[in-house]
């Protein structure tokens, strides 16, 4: 099945810090959701981006499908952007569902 | 728009019981996940409905997991009898599935963090 792996794995910035977020996938896929789950588990939809980018306050995506990868952008980072960031691809092969990344755990210093 | 519903959020309970977990999937939304996530993990799929139907079951341990999806639209997940392995947030998620070509946006609820004593 495919492969889905996240980088870094743990990152920690002080606040105003600007990073990138990259998520590798082994095979080909027709859409992709980058979801942030804060300290209270919930999940939250930040994108849902097949490919090309796109921007949403201070967060961007952008994702590359023939080179397979995806690349979220947090800038001017706030301590509320603290959590796990997940990419998720679709596994279609029998059936349709979606194969979540290792996650990046991000912690930011006030 | 309301988003997805789930209950409880919190749920205690002793090895050998049974539990139950309750999703509203978002209104007109016809494909519905349950998700299993264990701590410093990413979430898998447990079950998948298209309307009635469970598309793929692969990944539920029918010995002891069970759901149903009446008429196509809330969700119930059950666990008898539940074991200590079984604690996790367990999340349901729904879309609107048009084919695999479509859009597919998949909207989470906010778990049901099960321990088991």
């Known amino acids: 099945g495919i492969q889905v792996e996240q980088s870094p794995p743990d990152l920690i910035l002080q606040e105003g810090a600007n990073s990138t977020l990259r998520c590798n996938f082994s095979?080909?896929?027709?859409?992709l959701q980058w979801f942030h789950q804060n300290p209270w588990g919930q999940l939250i939809n930040l994108f849902y981006i097949p490919s090309g980018t796109k921007q949403n306050g201070r967060l961007s995506a952008t994702t590359v499908a023939t080179e397979r990868y995806s690349l979220l952008y947090i800038s001017s980072s706030q301590t509320t952007d603290s959590g796990v960031y997940f990419c998720a691809v679709p596994f279609t092969s029998g059936t349709y569902k979606y194969i979540f990344g290792t996650g990046t755990r991000l912690k930011v210093l006030a | 728009e309301a988003g997805v519903v789930q209950s409880p959020r919190y749920k205690i309970i002793e090895k050998k019981q049974p539990v139950a977990f309750w999703c509203n999937p978002i209104?007109?939304?016809?494909?519905l996940y349950w998700y299993l996530q264990n701590l410093g993990q990413g979430p898998e799929l447990l079950i998948r409905?298209?309307?009635?139907?469970?598309?793929?079951d692969s990944q539920l341990p029918k010995d002891r997991f069970s759901a149903e999806r009446l008429k196509g639209v809330d969700s119930t997940l059950k666990i008898q009898p539940a074991e200590l392995g079984d604690s996790a947030v367990y999340l349901c998620?729904?879309?609107?599935?048009?084919?695999?070509?479509?859009?597919?946006?998949?909207?989470f609820g906010p778990g049901t963090r099960l321990t088991v004593l």
């Open positions: 209104s007109g939304h016809n494909t």
């Open positions: 409905y298209e309307n009635e139907e469970a598309v793929d």
């Open positions: 095979d080909s896929v027709n859409n």
């Open positions: 998620a729904s879309s609107l599935y048009l084919g695999r070509v479509s859009y597919n946006e998949q909207f």
